[in-house]
């Protein structure tokens, strides 16, 4: 259950009444909102004096569902805005890795061609194995902050652990919770505390109720700037690297007042299938793509088989336009 406190209720009361109640809480637009277990389903009796609204839910899927909010969240950072009534898919694309300084001059000046404002790419690599790269750290949060200076853009990048999350929320535009730390509590609470926007991935193996509820844990800290991505569910198959969801993708729209990004680069794992992919997707009216792009992919350092040449991509982003004008969008 959801609770809408009256405003003039102090913070030291509020603060009170979470403990005394085992509530989350957080203010917003100068009331607090407190959120409960979904199996409330009636306003507490040492809380009926203190609340103005009140919302049941029928899951712990709470603060993202539909039934608190029935319209999507408006998410902004620099020149973008997602979600709301505003009708706009953004791309948001780069190299899987920051490699050198001289890889991402390449890509930026790829980007402003196509006017693409929001810069992917990651300093710090979560890898399967040990034994690869595993991104510049700090030096490659550096080189992304030198490409927003010089052009403009906003910068995507990922936090891999607790070691890292401070150093991301400072550097990133967006701070993009990867699907192997889509259940770390430590960086979930942490986003909580911050108002950039938050990019929540999928973890492959989740269902779609513990990946919204992920996001809950940032939502119900106080952030409510989040945007879920759905990037592949490991699957039976065997001949893509995981398997995109776009089942989810439509229960999530129906269900869930989060923007949408998808991420077809990773679901699909090879890059003559990206495209297609991409256009599936915008199809469905989704609020962004994330998308691969490198000056050189057979040189890559990271997810080499996937991401797309400079040539591929700019074919890509000419299809997608008329695509998106036919479900009632627009590519920004």
Request: hydrophobic residues 40%; aromatic residues 8%.
């Amino acid at each position: 259950m959801i609770l809408q406190l009256r405003q003039n209720i102090s913070h030291e009361e509020a603060t009170t009444l979470a403990e005394a109640n085992q509530a989350a809480f957080f203010q917003e637009n100068g009331a607090y909102i407190f959120v409960l277990s979904s199996s409330v389903k009636s306003v507490p009796s040492a809380l009926e004096a203190y609340t103005d609204k009140s919302w049941v839910t029928d899951s712990d899927i709470q603060l993202a569902s539909k039934q608190y909010r029935k319209e999507v969240r408006e998410v902004k950072w620099g020149k973008t805005i997602v979600g709301g009534n505003t009708g706009n898919t953004v791309m948001i694309a780069g190299p899987c890795s920051v490699e050198s300084e001289a890889q991402l001059e390449l890509t930026a000046s790829l980007l402003k061609e196509l006017n693409v404002n929001n810069m992917r790419a990651g300093a710090f690599k979560p890898r399967t194995s040990p034994y690869t790269f595993q991104g510049l750290g700090i030096d490659g949060l550096m080189l992304l902050a030198k490409m927003r200076d010089k052009y403009g853009f906003s910068i995507v990048t990922e936090v891999r652990d607790a070691t890292n999350v401070e150093a991301i929320i400072e550097y990133a535009d967006i701070i993009q919770i990867g699907a192997k730390s889509m259940y770390d509590h430590g960086i979930l609470k942490r986003c909580g505390k911050t108002d950039k926007p938050i990019l929540l991935k999928r973890g492959f193996g989740a269902t779609l109720q513990e990946f919204v509820q992920c996001a809950e844990f940032v939502l119900s800290g106080g952030n409510p700037n989040v945007m879920l991505c759905e990037r592949g569910i490991r699957t039976f198959e065997t001949k893509t690297r995981f398997t995109l969801d776009l089942c989810g993708v439509s229960y999530l729209k129906e269900y869930t007042n989060l923007p949408l990004i998808l991420d077809p680069s990773h679901a699909m794992g090879y890059a003559y299938g990206v495209a297609d992919l991409s256009r599936a997707c915008v199809a469905m009216g989704i609020d962004g793509l994330l998308v691969e792009v490198h000056p050189e992919p057979k040189k890559a350092l990271s997810d080499a088989s996937q991401q797309l040449t400079y040539d591929q991509f700019r074919n890509l982003m000419q299809t997608l336009q008329p695509i998106a004008n036919a479900v009632g969008r627009q590519m920004v």
